[in-house]
Structure formats: C-alpha cells, structure tokens
C-alpha cells in the first residue's frame, strides 16, 4: 500500500511540477516554420566574408507592418536565418551553394529564458527540419551584444526591408559564432 501511495504522490508531484513550469512562463521549443521561404518575406542576406557564410533572414509576414507602422518588433514575431556555405561570386559578394543550418528566434509576452534574452527563444535545425539543438546558452550570450537593438543583430535591415520591401544586403558588423 506504501508503494502505490508513493507512486501517486510522485506522479502528482511530477504532474504539478510540469503544469507549473508551463504558467510560470517557460515555453517548449520553438517549432520549426514549415515553408518558411515561401510564407515568409526574406528581408536580409548577410555575407560573412571571413567564414565564407551567407546568412538568408526570414521574418514572418504578419509582422511586417507592426515593424513598418510602429518601428517595433512585436510578440508573434518569428525569424528564421539560413546559414549557407559559400564562394566569393564576380560581384564580390558571397554566392551561396549549399544549406548548412536553419536557426529559428521567436518573440513571445513573457517569454525569460534569463534576465538577458528578451522575450526571445531559438532553436537550431537541420536543413530538412529536423531539431539539432534547442538550448539556448550560446543564442542569449551572442545576442545580447545587440540589446539595444531587441536583441536582434539585423534589426535596422529589418526596418528597412519592412518600409521598402526589398531585400537588405549587409555584411556582418559583429565576429559572431555564426560569422566568425
């Protein structure tokens, strides 16, 4: 009798643990954007010259004209960024040839993974979707450099791609883990 009593309590107590964690504002990893490059508006590429990476920047497009209108990155907002081997083209710029890594950031009310990440929560995939890692130690340390900026390292080419709809060229400002 002492043995089920113990096994309900610790069932409960496990039960009650995991409803809790999710009230106290921890959410689960954030999901892979399915077709992601048709359904979303690409607004920035970005060369990584010393690397050799190029960097394709997606953002979800119900966002885009909150981004536009206010000049704000609001709750619901999704990016996704490719990270693609690459060779210098004759224009000088980095040429993409191959699919390396797709890196997911959402932004959600009440979303604190620490006191340094924003609302922001990201997840690493593979090129067909599949999840490679969802922690997110070396996101949050890389990205705060850009606090300032939401947390978002192309920010000003987002704002700008929101207001002409077009693509954004840049290259990387920062020796980040992803652009070194």
């Not at 990584?48 to 990155?73: A, D």
């Not at 040839?97 to 009310?109: A, Y």
């Not at 593979?126 to 192309?154: E, K």
């Amino acid at each position: 009798m002492k043995f089920w009593k113990f096994l309900i309590t610790s069932l409960l107590t496990v039960g009650i643990a995991i409803a809790f964690s999710a009230f106290a504002g921890q959410a689960s990893v954030v999901d892979f954007p399915a077709d992601y490059q048709t359904k979303f508006f690409q607004y920035a590429t970005v060369d990584c010259p010393k690397s050799q990476i190029v960097r394709k920047m997606y953002v979800n497009r119900e966002v885009v004209n909150t981004i536009k209108t206010r000049k704000i990155v609001p709750s619901t907002t999704v990016i996704a960024m490719e990270t693609h081997s690459a060779r210098i083209g004759s224009n000088g710029h980095l040429m993409p040839n191959q699919l390396n890594n797709v890196f997911v950031r959402e932004k959600q009310t009440g979303w604190r993974v620490s006191n340094d990440s924003g609302e922001w929560q990201s997840a690493w995939y593979s090129p067909s979707g599949n999840l490679v890692s969802s922690s997110q130690g070396s996101c949050i340390s890389c990205h705060t450099m850009v606090r300032d900026r939401d947390y978002l390292f192309t920010l000003p080419a987002l704002l700008k791609a929101a207001n002409t709809g077009q693509i954004q060229y840049q290259k990387t400002e920062f020796g980040t883990s992803v652009c070194q």
